[in-house]
């Protein structure tokens, strides 16, 4: 990696994880005050995967900061079939100040860092999806007033949403409890956080007890399309339901990264209720990428 990057959570210090959640809740309540921190910067949004948050929250927060995002299709790019992904990447560095990848394979998104003198964020891979894990944080905080101490859970499928959070735990001084299905745990490789901080089991009603947070996504991805029937055998007891959330704290808050398929991992009655705060952090997708951005590309737009 040539230039400052942000490919997964871990490799942020816990100051600078904090750091970015505080930056991120000081341009909520003040949206115009760094509204020319990115002044005639250009960042390449290059996704093989659809997107509405990732997408708009990138551009709205470009925008809002001044500079300018560029939408590059999988039809425009396709990386590693039209040409290499390093190339892509050496191209691109010369026309724009800042990538966002959002891919299938993380080896791609590392191919582009290691082949781009401009920063180049992960908006998503198989691995990781460090920026969904900031709006989340920030959500937390928002709602709670710290993230140390809190107790989280994440209920569902062991994937790139629950790594991250993994990642995370340690840093933030938060919690978590990971219920999957036998199978469809997280995988450990690479993860340092210690079992004081985060915890893999398979009993939902375990994982809730006592959380000020449930988390929980889709029960398959984009690209998982064809496991669908086998997953939808295993996975119907880790549904978030009125019941489940009734073993959290009282005061507990739902999240859910969307897109959400209601009747599946997670109920209408639910993401409807009083507890939810799943558009709340659709929304924080917009600050936390601001604050990103600024952190990447502007760091002396700060103080």
């Known amino acids: 990696m040539q230039a400052k990057d942000f490919l997964s959570v871990d490799q942020l ?8 959640i505080t930056l991120a809740l000081e341009l909520k309540r003040n949206p115009r005050s760094m509204a020319h921190a990115l002044a005639g910067r250009a960042i390449a949004l290059v996704f093989e995967k659809p997107s509405l948050r990732t997408r708009v929250s990138f551009e709205m927060a470009a925008q809002q900061l001044g500079g300018h995002c560029l939408y590059l299709s ?3 790019v396709g990386l590693g079939q039209r040409e290499s992904t390093a190339d892509i990447g050496r191209v691109l560095s010369r026309y724009v100040d800042a990538l966002v990848a959002r891919t299938f394979f993380h080896r791609d998104v590392e191919i582009l860092a290691k082949s781009c003198p401009v920063p180049v964020i ?7 999806h460090p920026c969904q894990i900031l709006a989340d944080l920030l ?3 928002e709602r709670f007033g710290k993230l140390d101490g809190l107790n989280l859970a994440y209920v569902g499928d062991g994937n790139n949403v629950a790594r991250s959070l993994m990642e995370a735990s340690p840093l933030a001084r938060f919690h978590l409890r990971v219920a999957s299905p036998v ?12 079992d004081t901080f985060v915890q893999v089991v398979h009993d939902p009603f375990e994982a809730v007890a006592g959380a000020h947070v ?12 064809a496991e669908r029937e086998a997953r939808a055998a295993v996975f119907p007891p880790y549904q978030v339901t009125a019941a489940l959330v009734r073993h959290a704290r009282p005061d507990a808050i ?20 009083p507890q939810s705060a799943v558009f709340d952090q659709a929304e924080n997708r917009l ?7 600024i952190d990447l590309m502007a760091p002396e737009s700060v103080g």
């Open 183 to 194: 199978g469809y745990e997280p995988d450990l490789s690479g993860v340092a956080a210690s």
């Open 254 to 273: 739902v999240l859910h990264c969307l897109p959400a398929h209601r009747g599946e991992e997670i109920t209408d009655e639910v993401i409807e209720g």
């Open 122 to 128: 992960n908006g998503l891979s198989d691995r990781s």
């Open 139 to 141: 959500t937390i905080q």
């Open 74 to 76: 999988p039809a425009e």
């Open 214 to 225: 449930i988390y929980t996504d889709a029960w398959f991805s984009m690209g998982q399309e």
């Open 13 to 20: 210090a816990p100051e600078e994880l904090i750091g970015l």
């Open 287 to 293: 600050h936390a990428q601001k604050a990103l951005l």
